[in-house]
């Protein structure tokens, strides 16, 4: 059993299986229960360590803790030491000496996980560092993938847009392709990352080409804050050539879905339209987002003791 999930690389494809099939069990169980607890991890501490602004990501892992009856302890950076100059490491001791089975951390620095893993003696759960990965995120998505299409191996997955900025896109990349997906990025040459040609996944420019093939098309939000210099024209020139409007979504094969992360820049990567169609399953994710981070917790904490 593995210890920590700082990578969709850390699964192999049983062990992802495994969670996803676990975290169905979790969904069947709690609907089943008039109080949606279950004791798995009673007397246990979970540190939710964000450094990063995140409303879906820390909502669910609290909800998914609580949901398997563990201790929460919210640490939010604003607030905190941190804002006094407190590092990384210092922060790992304190919570370290309070006796943290499990740290989520989110950071706005890539592998901010991996040094926290070498100073806690629990498991470390990446939340999103930077524009490195977001393994739960992918779990969840692959979660809903099956749920909606029946199937994983030998789905066509188009990932479209901000790619250079996506730590979703990598661990969806990562994960798809241990799991039997063929994934395309589909994005202008500006937002897509040096060296992506070493990726486990196809590229194109053209989005109206990808579509009629895909069976999943997933939407990245435009990551602005991240962006230090023009990586397109335009709003508008970038929402006519990669944006998902209804008219485009008609080129989807019927069975398609559309996915997307959050937080949504609603009218810049997707229309409100499409975003609220009945293919969408944005709502969904976010559900499902709860089963799978049970799931995960249970993996990591739920033999040790
Ligand atoms: C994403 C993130 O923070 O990496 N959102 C999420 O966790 N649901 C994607 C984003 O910020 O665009």
Redesign the pocket.
Known sequence: MIRHLLSAADLDAATATFVLDTAREMDAAMSNREVKKLPTLRGRTVVNLFY?D????RISFEAAAKRLSADVINFSAKGSSVSKGESLKDTALTLQAMGADAVVV?HPASGAPHRLAHWVNGSVLN??DGTHE?PT?ALLDAYTMRARLGRLAGLNVAIVG?VL????ARSNVLLLHTLGAKVTLVAPPTLLPVGVGAWPAETSYHLDAVLPDADVVMM??V?RERMDQAYFPSAREYSRRYGLDAARMRRLPDHAIVMH???MNRGMEITPEVADSPRSTIVE?VAN?VSVRMAVLYLLLGGKS
């Open positions: 990063e995140s409303t879906r990501t989110r939340a999103g977001h995120q901000d900025h996506s730590r979703v990245l939000r990551q992360p959050g937080p994710q987002g």
